[in-house]
């Protein structure tokens, strides 16, 4: 039996640049006291080997069109079944509306999420995606993840590959990699069972690559999962990253349980209350030195832990403050409780008090406006007038059962 592996031997390999195997970083996973915070400095010091000081966000808009979904995963509290009182649905002109919206106010892209509606035809997503570009050609479209990608493909008796290409000729510039949660079937079965499965995953993500659409990397924690878990899916992102180099960023996104069915419902055994602020942070660091070189940025979610710790964990190895947003239904839903809208000049002071450069950046991480001290934007006359989640589920102007189209 060979000696055990330090904490800080796996530092010193990740400092040297070496790969991470999943063995390691399940271990890191564990580590405490001055270990973590070894840990923290090491991930910092390869983020500013990585990629320096900047940090990034992009100015976007939010726009999930319906809350209607025949999915009931035990996480999400947005969904909606379509007999629903609070369902709602966007006609394709009110999503367009607020694309131009958005525009107007500076976003350079959109992205555009929902629940898996009933009745819609299968070129739903490929029709809402021309509409938006024929109103905006300049917008980068971000949307539909692979389970919508799936479902539409589904409906429209097509592979995912010929839908992913059909959406691609009608605008689409990335796909969001969420729908991802925990990459691994046994705790997918148990958090969501009738989810797309992580072979499903995997194979819309590298079919979207492999036609030159990139896609974000996401990973959900602190419900179920277990080190072992978070270290496995880590390592399968790097192994597609290096096959395809098709992923812009990894974004963890901690579980927000208050109002999530599986949690508040007691649906599932042993569930736990979110991440600790520790966990959190771990999970920053951990991702930065598994990933490094591989995907090499790493998203903070200001909406689901507050702009404040977003901004501390840009300490622990994240480079990117997200987007702005505008108007977040699905954390919101669930509980989160730091609004739907970040402005950008919040976000530059956020990151500004972190002693980082803020940098404005396009989807795709090419940088648009790097700003100085000194060197301050004035925040847009007339910002969007933005309803809340409850505002729109208690409005009766979208209701699904009167909008929704056949």
């Given amino acids: ?80 079944g379509h007999r629903a009182e609070e ?48 109103a905006l050609p300049s917008i980068h479209l971000h949307a539909f993840s692979p389970e919508e990608v799936l479902y539409g493909a589904t409906l429209s008796e097509c592979t995912p590959e010929d839908y992913l290409a059909r959406l691609k000729d009608a605008g689409l510039g ?10 691994d079937d046994q705790v997918r079965d148990t958090i969501s069972p009738g989810r797309i499965t992580t072979a499903e995953w995997i194979r819309i993500i590298r079919a979207a690559h492999k036609l030159g659409i990139p896609t974000s990397s996401t990973m959900m924690f602190g419900h179920i999962e277990m080190p072992r878990h978070m270290a496995q899916h880590m390592v399968l992102l790097r192994e597609i990253q290096k096959d395809t180099g098709g992923f812009t960023e990894f974004v963890p996104l901690s579980f927000i349980h208050q109002q999530a069915p599986m949690f508040a419902k007691s649906l599932v055994a042993g569930v736990r209350p979110g991440a600790t602020e520790d966990e959190v942070r771990r999970v920053y660091a951990v991702s930065r030195l598994v990933l490094q070189g591989a995907i090499d940025n790493v998203q903070v979610s200001w909406v689901k832990q507050g702009p404040s710790f977003a901004a501390q964990c840009l300490a622990a190895g994240a480079n990117d403050f997200g987007g702005t947003l505008m108007n977040e239904s699905i954390s919101t839903a669930a509980g989160a409780d730091h609004g739907h809208f970040l402005t950008p000049y919040e976000m530059r002071r956020w990151i500004r008090a972190a002693g980082r450069t803020p940098a404005e950046r396009s989807t795709t991480y090419r940088i648009l406006k790097t700003l100085g001290e000194s060197d301050e934007l004035a925040e847009p006359a007339r910002a969007p007038v933005l309803e809340s989640y409850t505002q729109i589920t208690h409005s009766n102007e979208f209701r699904y059962r009167t909008t929704a189209r056949s």
């Fill in 1 to 80: 039996m060979g000696a055990l592996v330090t904490t800080g031997q796996i530092l010193d390999r990740a400092l040297a640049g070496r790969e991470l195997s999943a063995t390691e970083a399940e271990q890191l996973f564990t580590a405490q006291g001055d270990d973590l915070q070894r840990l923290l400095d090491a991930a910092d010091r390869v983020r500013r080997e990585r990629v320096g000081d900047q940090v990034t966000y992009v100015v976007n808009r939010n726009i999930n069109f319906t809350n209607v979904c025949v999915k009931r995963c035990g996480f999400c509290a947005f969904s909606r």
């Fill in 87 to 134: 369902g709602y649905f966007f006609p394709v002109e009110e999503v367009v509306r607020r694309a131009r919206e958005a525009a107007d106010y500076g976003a350079t892209e959109v992205c555009v999420q929902a629940g898996l509606a009933p009745r819609i035809p299968g070129s739903y997503y490929i029709d809402l995606c021309r509409a938006i570009k024929t």
């Fill in 174 to 183: 990335s796909l969001p990699g969420t729908a991802a949660e925990i990459l």
